[in-house]
């Protein structure tokens, strides 16, 4: 295979520049992350697409479970009356419900619909486990899959079925569930940005893009390469509404009936389209060495008549890698061109590759190569594991300093309507503006720019004074962007 055609092969991906959406699509076909299924608006996760959520999992129920909380697994059908006892909840998810009405040849009595969130399920069953405050906290949280019925789908980032996790937990008083509403935000934050390398925005939401039923509802935001925000993670304070519809009681300290006060979060797989998108070059992805699959990519290389002793080696390094829990791989084909490999290693995101040659066995080296900046450092193999560990750091804080970098440079302020359709005319991103608290001038701001507000953050780069439609006094400063 000549050195053109090794270089030439990434041209099948459509540059970011010219057609994000096309980018994002060829990048997660040739990395073999997913495949479309039969069902519409339904995919497959291949197996480097579904570790990656393996990684985040793993990573996730550590930091849930350090946290007090316990998995749990509930019912994916609901009746349908389950949904009627909290209104406001059922009148948010109606339009996505996809309802079974018949089984086993027969009409059911009550239609049951697919999970689409199990605040309903659940809030039925902690009625019969909570009786006094000594059952309080109740901090449960469920790994599945719901099914909303998109109208538009994107893989991983909005797909009619999608896998998540889902927390609930049910507190003796308003300030408890509070305070594990924020914990969970700071759980969320703490993930997002020191293992998937992404910075965020963190905030609360506006009463019309607050969850359905919620009293608050808080959010993570991240910023995709074209400009785009991406809602990295959500928790909710539902105060007693769920409660009261679901009759969830307990036996106060002062011998009286109360009623629990409870609390919802959760994140999904729309996390993986979320670091292509904050991450991934012109050349493919560029995955965060904390959940990639493949950590390390060995490659030997030289002249038949070494391959044997290099292999050996090669072998011997694996090893060493392993035992110090790294995820490494070998390339030892021969039939495929060093080059290429470099390419296609480069193209699936792997953090490192290793190249070893026989002049490098010689002189008891190889040579590191990271996927972030390209650089090539010569390393002793006597030092291996330590020599790669760093390295692993590196390009985390490297990606991350590179997400924050265009975060800061995409991320402007606007004082009127007009300023912000021009700003995201003419550059991408996020737009800070005062808003007066009306909904009419939030949606006038959708209406006539495409972009919604994604949060009111908790420490604005400015503080706002005006409301950008109608120039009254502000009663919030708030992040404006077209979103996913």
Known sequence: MSKDKDKGFVTEITPQGEDFSRWYIDVIKKAELMDYSPVRGCIVFRPDGYELWENMQRELDRRFKDTGHRNAYFPLFIPESF???????????????????????????????????????????????????????????????????????????????????????????EADARKETMTMLDVYTDFVENVLAIPVIKGQKTPSERFAGAVDTYSIEAMMRDGRAVQAGTSHYLGTKFAVAFDIKYLSRENTQEYCHTTSWGVSTRLIGALIMVHGDDRGLMIPPKVAPTQVMMIPIGPPKTREQVIAKTDELFAELKKAGIRVRVDDRSDVSPGWKFNEYEMRGIPIRLELGPRDLENGVCVLVSRVTGEKKQVPLDNLVAEVQTMLDEVHQQMFDRALKFQQEHFFSVDTLDELKAKLEEKRGFALAGWCGSEACEKQVKEETGATSRNIPFEPFEKKHKCLVCGDAAEHTVVFARAY
């Open 83 to 173: 949904f009627q006892k909290e209104k406001e909840h059922v009148e948010g998810f109606n339009p996505e419900l996809p309802w079974v009405t018949e089984a086993g040849g027969e009409k059911l009595e009550e239609r049951l619909a697919i999970r689409p969130t199990s605040e309903t399920m659940i809030g039925h069953m902690y009625a019969k486990w909570i009786n006094s405050y000594r059952d309080l906290p109740l901090l449960i949280n469920q790994w599945a899959n719901v099914v909303r019925w998109e109208k538009r789908t994107l893989p991983f980032l909005r797909t009619s079925e999608f896998l998540w996790q889902e927390g609930h937990t049910a507190h003796e008083d």
